[in-house]
Every structure is written in C-alpha cells, then in structure tokens.
C-alpha cells in the first residue's frame, strides 16, 4: 500500500479499502470530529498496532449538537490534525463533505435503545441520534474493521457496542483508556474553551471521581453516598456547575440498586462555556465490606 493519504470520497476509500483487503490486510477505523490530540493519538497507536491499515474519519457532525449547543465554534484545524494522524502512522485520513456522507444516512431515526435517555441523552436528547447516525454510515462505508473509540465518551462507548450488537455489523469495537494531562483533567477538544481559572479548577473532576472510586473500592455499596461524594467534592471548585453525577453498571449502563459488581462514575459539568464529561472504573477490593 502507498503512503500517508488523505482521501474524501466514497468510491476513493472503498477502492483503496479492497486493494488493502485483496492483500489480506486487516482494517482499523478511527472515528473523530478532528481537532486531533494525544486522547485521539492514543486511539490511532492502538491500530496502527494491532491492525495493517489504520483510517481515521475527520466529519464535525452538524446532527450531534442541539440548537443551543458549539457546532458553528467547534474548533477545527486541518492541517494540525494531518500532522498528527501522519505522525503516528495513519495510512489513510478519510474527510468527507456533508453531501458525500449524508447519502448513507437512514432514512428514518435509528432505533436506539434505553441507555441513550439517561445522562448525556437527558441532557442532550438529540445527541445519540446523530452519532449513531454518523457511525453507522461510516461502518456501513468501511465495512468489517475494527473501530476505536476512546471510553472518556463512556455512555457513548456503550450506545455503539449495542448498534454493533443490535444491527449485527461486522466490526469489533475496541475500547481504549482516557488520556488525561498532568492533573488528571481528560483530554478534550473543548479544553480550548476554558480561561486560565476555568482551567486550574477543572481538575477537581477527577479528584472528584477518585474520592468515589476510592470509596467503592473500601467497599461503600450505596450509590447516593458515593455520588453525595463526588458532588461535595467538584462543589468544592467555585466555578464548577454541575450536570450530572451518576453511578452504572459498566457493562449494562444500568443504575444498580447497589454496588456489588464493577462500576462506572459518571459525571458531566460546566465550567464556563466548557462543558466537560468525565468517568471512572470503580471496584471493590476482595475481602472489604462496608
């Protein structure tokens, strides 16, 4: 296969996609919205390793932002993000226009099941619609893969596993760590947003989290003590304006009753005009009982 290209149509991936699969390479997809950085790198690093050929999508999706929200802010830089997709080896950056990806939209809404109308879905009830939307066109473009997706978008981790499951797709969804900056704070695209201040307290969001994983792990079952922990924890930021906290199940997203398998700690806060999101894995240790 040739170098480093940056293709943005269909018929020109689709092509390339049968000669890397015509010489039995196997197929790694790296879905964004650009404005690359290490979060997107380290999903870029985990194909280039296990798969031959490595595509990263660059498509700002006008459908997962409500009225209200960032699309026409959104930061983008191009020429930032081919640097960076080059520089860790992507073989091929797939940019399509809005009129050449919207060909392969349904036609009617996606059905979508319960996970999507609590937290990031309460909060922002059109955003599911469209990533999966998008999602689904470019599995349906780039055909059997395995796709990366970073697990700071937990709940939207959890939504594309089940498109994956529920529409039988022939792509196995790989689930990669949040990268986070020297303080804890996870990298985001909308970090860009925060002022210096914004920026200094941001970081009680992990604190925040670690205070609850901490007490899961000494063996505290009751998810209203874990989640009056977190929130007395980022309330201690003056400019944190919380969302929501939450603790689910991790493998079904479902709110338990009470803790007794792993865990995840959700939560989503403002700071400013930044809405940042955040989780963490949280277990009991054997043998600690509350």
Same mark, same amino acid.
């Given at each position: 296969?040739?170098?480093?290209? *940056?293709? #943005?149509?269909?018929?020109?991936?689709?092509?390339?996609?049968? @000669?890397?699969?015509?010489?039995?390479?196997?197929?790694?997809?790296?879905?964004?919205?650009?404005?690359?950085?290490?979060?997107?790198?380290?999903?870029?690093?985990?194909?280039?390793?296990?798969?031959?050929?490595?595509?990263?999508?660059?498509?700002?999706?006008?459908?997962?932002?409500?009225?209200?929200?960032?699309?026409?802010?959104?930061?983008?830089?191009?020429?930032?993000?081919?640097?960076?997709?080059?520089?860790?080896? #992507?073989?091929?950056? /797939?940019?399509?226009?809005?009129? @050449?990806?919207?060909?392969?939209?349904?036609?009617?809404?996606?059905?979508?099941?319960?996970?999507?109308?609590? /937290?990031?879905?309460? %909060?922002?009830?059109?955003?599911?619609?469209?990533?999966?939307?998008?999602?689904?066109?470019?599995?349906?473009?780039?055909?059997?893969?395995?796709?990366?997706?970073?697990?700071?978008?937990?709940?939207?981790?959890? *939504?594309?596993?089940?498109?994956?499951?529920?529409?039988?797709?022939?792509?196995?969804? *790989?689930?990669?760590?949040?990268?986070?900056?020297?303080?804890?704070?996870?990298?985001?695209?909308?970090?860009?947003?925060?002022?210096?201040?914004?920026?200094?307290?941001?970081?009680?969001?992990?604190?925040?989290?670690?205070?609850?994983?901490?007490?899961?792990?000494?063996?505290?079952?009751?998810?209203?003590?874990?989640?009056?922990?977190?929130? @007395?924890?980022? @309330?201690?930021?003056?400019?944190?304006?919380?969302?929501?906290?939450? *603790?689910?199940?991790?493998?079904?997203?479902?709110?338990?009753?009470?803790?007794?398998?792993?865990?995840?700690?959700?939560?989503?806060?403002?700071?400013?005009?930044?809405?940042?999101?955040?989780?963490?894995?949280?277990?009991?240790?054997?043998? %600690?009982?509350?």
């Amino acid at each position: 296969m040739s170098s480093f290209q *940056v293709l #943005t149509t269909v018929k020109e991936l689709r092509s390339y996609l049968e @000669e890397a699969r015509s010489a039995g390479s196997s197929i790694g997809l790296v879905p964004t919205m650009g404005f690359l950085h290490e979060g997107h790198a380290s999903l870029i690093n985990a194909s280039t390793d296990q798969r031959d050929v490595t595509i990263v999508s660059i498509y700002v999706n006008p459908l997962q932002f409500s009225p209200d929200e960032d699309f026409s802010d959104y930061p983008r830089d191009i020429s930032s993000d081919l640097k960076l997709c080059d520089k860790h080896g #992507t073989d091929v950056v /797939f940019a399509p226009s809005e009129e @050449e990806i919207k060909t392969f939209f349904p036609t009617t809404p996606i059905h979508l099941r319960e996970v999507t109308k609590t /937290f990031e879905g309460e %909060s922002r009830p059109t955003h599911f619609q469209g990533v999966a939307t998008v999602v689904m066109a470019l599995f349906e473009i780039v055909g059997e893969s395995h796709a990366y997706f970073g697990e700071k978008d937990f709940q939207q981790l959890t *939504v594309v596993k089940q498109l994956v499951e529920d529409h039988e797709l022939p792509i196995k969804i *790989v689930g990669c760590a949040t990268v986070r900056e020297e303080d804890g704070l996870a990298k985001s695209s909308r970090n860009v947003y925060l002022s210096a201040d914004e920026r200094s307290q941001s970081s009680v969001l992990y604190q925040a989290l670690k205070v609850g994983a901490e007490a899961v792990s000494r063996g505290e079952t009751s998810t209203q003590i874990i989640e009056s922990l977190i929130r @007395e924890t980022i @309330e201690t930021s003056p400019l944190a304006k919380i969302d929501y906290v939450g *603790v689910v199940d991790s493998s079904s997203f479902e709110i338990p009753n009470k803790i007794v398998t792993e865990v995840r700690l959700l939560v989503a806060c403002n700071f400013g005009q930044a809405r940042l999101i955040d989780n963490l894995p949280a277990k009991k240790k054997v043998g %600690s009982d509350h």
